[in-house]
Structure formats: C-alpha cells, structure tokens
C-alpha cells in the first residue's frame, strides 16, 4: 500500500483542522492505521491510530480529548481531526500503515511497514 497525506495548514491556536491520508491498492480495510508526528529539532512520536479490524482508537496522552482518529474503508482514508489546537502541536504529520495491527500496537514505530509522505501544520499562538 502507499499512503499519500494532506490537509496540513496553518492555523491560529485554538483552531481546527482536519488531515487525510488515502491509500492506494485494495486492501486497506486489512491494515492497522496511525499518524506520527515530528517537530523541527525533535524525534517522530506517536499521536493515534485506528484498528485494522472494529472502531479500536488508541491516542497519546498530549492528544486525548483534543483530536479524533477515523477512517472510511470505502474511501481508502484514514483522517485525523484535530481540535483546539496549540503551538507545541507544530509538527509535520505522517500517516503509517501495517497489516493487521491494532491501534495500540501501531505504536510501535520500529514496528510501522509504510509511511506516507508527511503534511506540515503549523499553529500560530
């Protein structure tokens, strides 16, 4: 599969935006999705992920309550709304796939077999 992201902006905090990641091929319903994010100067982590199989989500901590994974197998896209966001949300944010994984081992970076190419939000204060 390869996953081609968009949706990235800028935006003031407090405000919204919602990413997308679609993906090509045919069996994406199959694969475990998640978004990773990286700040200038720092190392990619984790911010959610969606079960390959059932609603399953798993968030990070810094995230909780504040954006939402989904996905629609119909349109081969996995989307991350995110609310209320802040400066320290400031990152470019990829999407990953891995075949049959749940969204708690999605995690798992080491463990991520594709990688999109990356969106770029940026949050004014």
């Known amino acids: 599969v390869q996953l081609q992201a968009s949706g990235g902006g800028l935006v003031q905090a407090g405000g919204s935006l919602r990413l997308s990641c679609t993906a090509s091929?045919?069996?994406?319903?199959?694969?475990?999705m998640g978004w990773f994010r990286q700040a200038p100067g720092e190392e990619r982590e984790f911010v959610a992920a969606i079960n390959w199989s059932g609603p399953g989500t798993y968030y990070a901590d810094s995230v909780k309550g504040r954006f939402t994974v989904s996905r629609d197998n119909a349109k081969n896209t996995v989307y991350l709304q995110m609310n209320n966001l802040k400066p320290e949300d400031t990152a470019v944010y990829y999407c990953a796939a891995r075949q049959f994984t749940t969204a708690q081992a999605m995690r798992v970076m080491s463990s991520i077999g594709t990688w999109g190419q990356g969106t770029l939000v940026t949050v004014s204060s």
């Open positions: 091929g045919r069996s994406f319903s199959t694969y475990g």
